[in-house]
């Protein structure tokens, strides 16, 4: 008997700890709903509220993406000036360069013509020396003179073309820069410190003296 007791016990004790939990959660209903009366109506309008706060706060980010002027695109506009100011730079360096490439070209044929120039003056003056032979000798022929005058002739017109001048020397005042003094003469007709006497020609290449001319300058 006292085994058959003992599971009844057992059995009973379940059911009285559910009848327990249930007056619990009853009572809680009750505490919450009398919570909720105290409240009043607007307290549960609250969550409501808020979500619309925040639905408010959000539309002006809305509106910034709308527009475009968030700030990844002030970043891409800062990027394209600073890569504009670089390309225009660059424009610069290149044009520069140009120029200067242009200039070393220019000079670099000048002196390579000016050397050349040089090398020919020489063979002009032996044309010129034969000229005048030939032309005080009575035993050359006129078509001989008259061929080495149509020489000389072309050869001064592509030494014009080529910017290649005379420079003027007799009874021009001295001037150290293009003139190549060999020696001081006295002269009564000539003024003192201009040239006397054109020993040898001297030529201008452009602004360049080619060649001074060699004279004899009067004593002061």
């Not at 003024?191 to 290449?205: A, D, F, T």
């Amino acid at each position: 008997m006292s085994r058959k007791r003992k599971k009844e016990s057992r059995e009973e004790k379940p059911e009285a700890q559910e009848d327990q939990i249930r007056g619990a959660n009853s009572l809680e209903g009750k505490n919450r709903s009398a919570e909720q009366e105290s409240a009043g109506p607007g307290a549960d309008d609250s969550k409501p509220v808020a979500e619309e706060a925040e639905l408010v706060e959000e539309e002006p980010a809305r509106d910034e993406e709308e527009t475009g002027a968030g700030p990844e695109e002030k970043d891409w506009e800062q990027e394209m000036e600073v890569l504009s100011d670089r390309l225009k730079r660059k424009q610069a360096e290149m044009d520069n360069l140009r120029r200067i490439s242009k200039l070393e070209q220019a000079e670099a044929r000048n002196y390579a013509l000016y050397d050349f120039l040089s090398r020919l003056l020489p063979v002009l003056d032996n044309l010129e020396r034969a000229l005048e032979s030939a032309r005080s000798d009575e035993s050359v022929p006129q078509s001989h003179v008259e061929g080495l005058e149509m020489i000389y002739k072309q050869l001064h017109q592509i030494l014009d073309q080529e910017g290649v001048s005379i420079i003027e020397a007799e009874g021009a005042p001295f001037d150290p820069n293009c003139h190549h003094a060999v020696m001081e003469v006295e002269s009564e007709e000539a003024e003192p410190g201009s040239v006397v006497e054109e020993l040898q020609k001297g030529y201008w290449h452009r602004q360049r003296v080619l060649r001074p001319a060699m004279v004899k300058v009067c004593r002061e």
